[in-house]
C-alpha cells in the first residue's frame, strides 16, 4: 500500500532529522539558519511514521492502540509546535521575556506537553509490542528514547541525547517494517481475514 510507503519516507527522515538535531546540539555540526530550519520537523516527520505505524498494527492493537496513537500523536504535534517556538519565535525575542513565558504558562503548557508525549510513547510502544508487528527491539528502542529525548529540559544533555540516537535507531528499524507494509499487515491479521 502507498501509504505505508510514503509513512516509511517519513519515518526515515525523521531518523535522519534527529541526528541532524543530535550533531547540532552536540556541537559537531554548526548552528546555523539551516540546521535550526529544520529542527522542528523531526517530531512532524515521526508523526506522519507513527501514523502508518499505527495503521499497520491497528487490527490487532485494540483500545490500547488507539489510545497509544491519540496520546503520541497529540505529544508529537506539541513537540512540534515546541520546536518551532524555541527556533523561529524566542530567537526573536528579548531574554527576559522568554524567562517570563518560560515561569508562566507557556512552561506549563511545554510541560504538559512533555508529559502527553511520555504517556502517549509509553501506551503505543505497549500496544505495538501486544500486536506483534513492529520489531520489538525497535518499539523497545524507540520507547526508551523518547522518554528521556521527550524530557528536554529534565535530563541531562548527554542523557536527552542519547535518548534521542535511540529513538532514531528505533524509528528507522520501524520504518524499514512500514517499507514493506501490505505484507507486514497481512501477517497481522487473523487467519482467513479479508484486508480491509
Known amino acids: 500500500m502507498q501509504l505505508y510507503r510514503v509513512t516509511a519516507v517519513a519515518g526515515f527522515a525523521c531518523a535522519v532529522l ?3 538535531n543530535i550533531a547540532r546540539r552536540a556541537g559537531l555540526l554548526p548552528e546555523t539558519a539551516f540546521t535550526h530550519a529544520v529542527a522542528p520537523f523531526a517530531p512532524l516527520t515521526g508523526l506522519f511514521a ?20 491519540l496520546l503520541n500523536a497529540a505529544g508529537l504535534a506539541g513537540a512540534f509546535a515546541i520546536e518551532y517556538t524555541l527556533h523561529f519565535v524566542f530567537p526573536l525575542l528579548a531574554p527576559g521575556v522568554v524567562a517570563g513565558l518560560l515561569a508562566g504558562g507557556t512552561g506549563r503548557a511545554f510541560l504538559v506537553t ?3 508525549l511520555v504517556a502517549g510513547v ?8 501486544r500486536a506483534g508487528t513492529p520489531p520489538a527491539i525497535a518499539v523497545v528502542l524507540y520507547a526508551a528514547g523518547m522518554v528521556p529525548g521527550s524530557l ?11 535518548g534521542l ?4 535507531v528505533g524509528v528507522a ?9 501490505e505484507r507486514a499487515a497481512a501477517l497481522a491479521r487473523p487467519a482467513g481475514a479479508l484486508p480491509s
Open 114 to 116: 512533555s508529559v502527553v
Open 173 to 181: 528499524w520501524m520504518a524499514s517494517r512500514l517499507w514493506s507494509g
Open 122 to 129: 509509553l501506551v503505543f510502544a505497549a500496544a505495538a509490542l
Open 165 to 168: 540516537v535511540l529513538a532514531a
Open 50 to 69: 507513527i501514523t502508518g505505524i499505527y495503521l499497520l498494527i491497528r487490527r490487532t492493537a485494540g483500545g490500547l492502540g488507539v489510545a497509544g496513537y
Open 152 to 162: 528536554r529540559n529534565a535530563v541531562p544533555l548527554p542523557v536527552y541525547l542519547a
Open 18 to 20: 534527529l541526528i541532524v
